[in-house]
C-alpha cells in the first residue's frame, strides 16, 4: 500500500540519483523544485484522496455501485477543478516564485532558472499524480493494494526508462519531465482498469469538467502572464517581488473563479 501511494516519491528519489550525474546544482534544482511541487500535492490531492476513502469503502461495503460511480466521479471532478489552474499557474510563476524564495546568497540567477525550469516540467505531473491518488484510494475502498502496486512498479519502469532516454538532450529538464510522464502512465493503468471493473463512471462528465478547467487557466494563465510581464517585477526588491507574486496570485484565482462561472 505505501509503495502504491507513494511511488510519486520513489520516481523523484530516481531522478535525483540520476541528476548526480550531471553538472554540479542539478540535484539541488531538482530538488527544490520537487518540495515547491509537494504544496499543491500535500493541500489538495492528498487531502481529497483522504476524504473521499470513508465515503468510497461506505459504497463497497453496501454494494451501492452507483453510488460509489457517483462519489469516484465527483472527486475526481474537484481534482480538475482545483489541480489544472495550479498546473497552468505553476507554469507562469514558476521563476517568480523561486526568485522570492531562494535568490539570494550563493542561490544566483542560473539557480534560480534550472530550478525553474524544473518545476515547470514538473508541475505536468500535478494532474495525474492527484488523479492517480483518487484512484488508488478507490482500489484501497476495495480492499484491492495489489493492483496500485502493479501500476506503481510499471510507472518505476516507465521513469527509470524515460530518465535514461531524456537526460541527454535536456538534462535535469529531462528528468522532472520523465517523473511527470511516469506519473501519466501509473494514472492511465489505474484508470483501464477500473473502467475494465465497473464500466462508466462518469467519464463525459469528468472530461467536460477538465475540459473547462483548462478554459479558464488559460484565461487566467494570461492575466498572470501580463502582470509578470508588465509589473517591472525583475527591477523589485525582494519584499515587492513576495507581493507582487501575493498580488498574483489573488488575482489568479480570482480570475479562475469568474472564467468557471
Not at 496500485?148 to 537526460?167: D, E, H, K, Q, R
Request: charged fraction near 10%.
Amino acid at each position: 500500500a505505501t509503495f502504491g501511494v507513494g511511488i510519486y516519491q520513489l520516481n523523484i528519489f530516481v531522478t535525483l540519483w540520476f541528476s548526480s550525474q550531471l553538472a554540479e546544482g542539478s540535484v539541488s534544482y531538482l530538488y527544490y523544485a520537487g518540495r515547491i511541487m509537494e504544496l499543491p500535492l500535500g493541500v489538495f490531492s492528498v487531502a481529497v484522496s483522504t476524504a473521499v476513502l470513508p465515503s468510497l469503502s461506505e459504497h463497497v461495503a453496501k454494494k451501492d455501485w452507483d453510488g460509489f460511480r457517483g462519489s469516484l466521479s465527483f472527486a475526481l471532478r474537484i481534482v480538475n477543478f482545483v489541480t489544472i489552474p495550479a498546473m497552468f499557474a505553476l507554469f507562469v510563476l514558476s521563476y517568480p516564485i523561486i526568485d522570492v524564495l531562494f535568490l539570494r546568497g550563493e542561490f544566483g540567477q542560473e539557480a534560480a532558472s534550472g530550478t525553474a525550469v524544473a518545476l515547470y516540467y514538473y508541475a505536468l505531473g500535478i494532474v495525474p499524480v492527484s488523479v492517480a491518488r483518487i484512484l488508488t484510494s478507490v482500489f484501497y475502498a476495495q480492499k484491492d493494494s495489489v493492483t496500485p502496486v502493479w501500476a506503481g512498479v510499471a510507472s518505476f519502469v516507465a521513469n527509470v526508462v524515460l530518465c535514461f532516454v531524456l537526460i541527454g538532450p535536456m538534462g535535469h529538464a529531462g528528468l522532472a519531465l520523465a517523473t511527470s510522464l511516469s506519473a501519466l502512465v501509473n494514472c492511465a493503468i489505474l484508470l483501464v482498469v477500473l473502467r475494465y471493473r465497473f464500466g462508466r463512471f462518469g467519464a463525459r462528465r469528468i472530461v467536460s469538467s477538465g475540459v473547462k478547467a483548462t478554459a479558464a487557466s488559460v484565461v487566467m494563465m494570461a492575466v498572470l502572464f501580463l502582470i509578470i510581464r508588465y509589473s517591472g517585477f525583475e527591477g523589485m526588491s525582494t519584499v515587492f517581488k513576495a507581493g507582487l507574486v501575493a498580488i498574483s496570485v489573488a488575482a489568479g484565482i480570482l480570475t479562475y473563479a469568474v472564467s468557471a462561472m
